[in-house]
Structures are given as C-alpha cells and as structure tokens.
C-alpha cells in the first residue's frame, strides 16, 4: 500500500554541540522544531523525529561540509534527499531576525521551494582524504613562511656581530647556518637571546619543511590513485589534483554539468547586461581553492605549452589584457578537468585501490 502520511520537507540549523531541526508542510506551514545532540543517538532520534510528521521528502541542511557533515550522512544513509543549504542572507536576517529555530525553518523553505539545490558531498572517499591532508599541509606550508619572516625580522634588530655572520645568505643557507648556532648561556646578552632566538626558529622551520615533504608524498601517491585521469592533465600535479578533488568530492556526479563545475570554481562568466548594453563580469564566488588551481595550470601551460602560448598570442593581438587572457583559459581548464574527474573507468579503477 502506498505511503499515506503526509509530505513535510525538514531543515536543520547545525551547531558544534547540538542541531536545532525543523519541520513544514507543502505549504510552508511551520508543524514542530526540537534540538537534538551532535552524537550518534542524537542523529538517529532527529531521523525518527522527521519522519514522525509524515513521508519526508527533501532535508535542508546548513554547514554540511563542516558542523553537518555526520548528518548528512546519517540522513543520507537512510535514504532521505540531502540539500546543503546557505546561511540566510543578511537582508533576511536584518527583516526576520536571527535564532535556531528561524534558521531552521529556513533552511526547510529553501529544500521546500527549490532554493536549495546542491547535494553535499559524502565525505567517504579518497576526495575526502585528499582535503584532510590537503589542509594540513596548508597550514605547515603557513607556518614556515612565518618562521622565515620571524628569522628576517629578528635579524634586523640584533647586533651588528649577528647580522654579520648572516647578512647576504641566500634562504636555504640562512636556515642552515641558523641552525648551528651556538649560543653562550648568559641570557641577558642580547646576542645570546638573538641566537637562541634565531636556532629555534630555524629548526622549526626545518621540522616544518620535512613535514611538507611528508605530506607532498603522501598527496602524489593518493592522487595518483584516486584521479590518474586528473595527473595526466599538462600542469596539474598532486597538489593542484587535491585541491580540485577536494572541491568536486567523493561523488562528482553531484555536478550536473561541466557548466555547473565552472561556476563552482568561479571561473563561469556572470551575466551583467543592461539596455543596449551586454557583456559579463568575472564571478569572484565559488571555491577559490579550486580557482587557484586552476589559475596555476594556466600559468604553467602559459608558460611551458606551445599550444597556449600561441592562443596567448593570439588573443593578445586582438587586444586582450593578460588576465582577460587568464580567465579564458581557466574557463577552458574546467571544461578538461571536468571531464577528466568524471571519467568513470580510470576514476572508479583508481577510488577502488584507494579504498
């Protein structure tokens, strides 16, 4: 026998510690809301809890690539459609106001109306593995750079019998001999502080850079398994792979369109016509991780491809300014990279290994 309940779209307003879920009908009408713990029991009752009200036909969720992530799974374990939700915007918030059960109730009306439309990621994969490392090796990457301009820094202003045993030293050297200073234990010279100061941070840094190597080679092996179609690309390497595998996710056929892939990497020109007037402007939203990537393999192929050095060529002629000429060709890079990630037997082969 057909389900007879009634239909009810659900939304969620995620949080660290507890989710605040709501329910409405077809129609909008708001029917019930409860908060519910950010733990296994708590994902089940709030499952239990929406389908309490009837057959529930689409669940807005807020945050699923952070605070929902396990919910979205729980829910879309169970067979439930999954929509993420953006945050309300400003002007609503500004009319409406801002509290658990209006986010929501919002977040309900947007899986209700259409609004919402992106399938979150699953976060069950090589993709999801490839992000984890990925930032983590940001983060290092971040934090040498801070160690080498903490070393500059402390150079300018430590005695002049310091600056000289280090002044013209290229990078790589300065760590280096940084490393093997050899400090007295009066502390109160402020030579001795500025060596000590100056060991420190350059064994830092050299921690750090042996961190990043581990890291560069866990991605090239990993990447190399989960999108061998991605590598073979002319300038994508393991870092730039991560960081589009990282945006695209477990499950590519999310995307309903190499269209769709471009404007989530903000490289698809936004319509801004007017009158008599037509023409578009750069999309500056989407996951400017994935812009950067793609930005570096049109710098590398500008650079090292004779076939993009002859549209660069050409383009340039025709009188278009280097980064009109850049932003062509990210848009082009897409298109291939689309492909490549949605290329179903290389992929499959390679996800498959990884797991």
């Not at 605040?20 to 950010?38: E, K, M, S, Y």
């Not at 807020?62 to 729980?74: A, F, I, K, M, P």
């Not at 499950?251 to 020109?269: D, I, K, T, W, Y």
């Amino acid at each position: 026998m057909a389900d007879q309940r009634p239909d009810v779209f659900g939304g969620v307003d995620t949080h660290s510690d507890t989710h605040h879920a709501a329910v409405i009908d077809p129609l909008g009408r708001h029917l019930a809301d409860q908060t519910f713990p950010t733990t296994s029991d708590g994902y089940r009752a709030l499952l239990e809890w929406l389908r309490s009200h009837g057959r529930v036909i689409a669940v807005g969720v807020e945050g699923t690539g952070s605070y929902g992530t396990q919910l979205s799974r729980v829910l879309t374990g169970a067979g439930l459609t999954v929509f993420d939700v953006n945050r309300p915007d400003r002007r609503l918030r500004r009319q409406y106001g801002k509290s658990d059960p209006i986010d929501a109730y919002a977040a309900a009306q947007a899986a209700a109306s259409g609004r919402a439309t992106i399938t979150p990621k699953t976060h069950d994969g090589a993709a999801e593995s490839l992000r984890i490392l990925h930032n983590a090796r940001a983060s290092a990457v971040k934090a040498r750079t801070q160690a080498i301009n903490q070393i500059r820094s402390v150079m300018a202003t430590a005695p002049d019998a310091v600056r000289a045993q280090l002044r013209n030293l290229a990078a790589a050297d300065l760590i280096v001999t940084c490393a093997r200073l050899r400090p007295s234990s009066d502390l109160a010279s402020p030579t001795t502080a500025a060596k000590f100061t100056l060991r420190r941070l350059a064994r830092r840094y050299q921690e750090l850079d042996n961190e990043i190597s581990e890291y560069d080679s866990e991605l090239s092996a990993l990447a190399a398994l989960a999108a061998p179609g991605l590598l073979a690309i002319h300038g994508v390497g393991p870092e730039t792979a991560a960081r589009l595998l990282a945006a695209v996710g477990d499950n590519p056929e999310r995307l309903r369109s190499e269209a769709a892939f471009a404007h989530l990497c903000g490289v698809a020109p936004i319509p801004a016509s007017s009158g008599r007037r037509d023409r578009h402007r750069l999309n500056r939203g989407g996951n400017r991780s994935a812009n950067a990537a793609l930005y570096r393999i049109a710098v590398v192929r500008m650079q090292r491809d004779r076939r993009t050095r002859e549209y660069v060529a050409r383009r340039t002629t025709q009188g278009l300014q280097k980064k009109d000429i850049i932003r062509c060709l990210k848009r082009y890079i897409a298109r291939e990279v689309f492909k490549a990630l949605t290329c179903t037997d290389s992929n499959e082969r390679g996800l498959a290994q990884a797991a």
